[in-house]
């Protein structure tokens, strides 16, 4: 029976939704905006993360995760740019990017099981299993989901608008724990 997989299919689960419950906080012209000339707005780092996951997990075991030719080529560099445009048609474009970057690994963990965490893979001629391009793959995503969050939260407070809070409310840690381990319960095995 698989473990391993299915819970890094979980966290990158869990990840996809918080980035995605954070962007749909925001305007479109909020996710467009940078909080300064030095960092990169949502949009762009919604971009960089389909374009990783769409380069590492496009036939991860036959071609190297860094796609430098061919029909799945990478221009890295371009992910920074935010070229979408303006309008609701620039907002569909991003979330086409962003769904196909996910469904490039939803695809190929489905092709994979627990038996495969030891095979390898290369990422920029560097030979990983995959069991150590995964947890680069997660953190990298979980890092810029951060990003993501912090951001979208700090525009929509400065735009005035309430933000639903994406995890344990502030203040609700305990009511949290209570509710997850069940009065009574010490939680210890």
């Known amino acids: 029976m698989d473990t391993v997989l299915p819970a890094f299919i979980a966290e990158f689960r869990r990840y996809r939704a918080l980035a995605e419950n954070a962007a749909g906080q925001c305007s479109w012209e909020q996710l467009r905006t940078a909080l300064d000339p030095e960092t990169n707005s949502v949009a762009v780092v919604m971009k960089h993360i389909a374009g990783n996951l769409r380069s590492r997990w496009t036939e991860p075991f036959t071609t190297d995760g860094e796609k430098t030719h061919g029909p799945h080529t990478r221009d890295r560099d371009a992910e920074f740019i935010d070229d979408f445009g ?14 196909e970057g ?88």
């Open 86 to 99: 303006a309008g609701p048609e620039g907002r569909a474009a991003l979330e086409r990017w962003w769904g």
């Open 102 to 189: 996910w469904g490039t690994l939803e695809a190929a963990l489905a092709s994979c099981s627990d038996a495969d965490l030891a095979r390898t893979l290369l990422i920029r001629a560097e030979p990983h299993t995959l069991a150590l391009a995964l947890s680069r793959s997660l953190a990298h995503t979980a890092y810029h989901t951060g990003q993501i969050v912090q951001t979208c939260r700090t525009l929509a407070s400065r735009a005035g608008a309430e933000w639903r809070t994406l995890t344990v409310p502030r203040g609700g840690s305990a009511e949290h724990n209570r509710r997850m381990m069940g009065e009574g319960r010490s939680g210890t095995a």
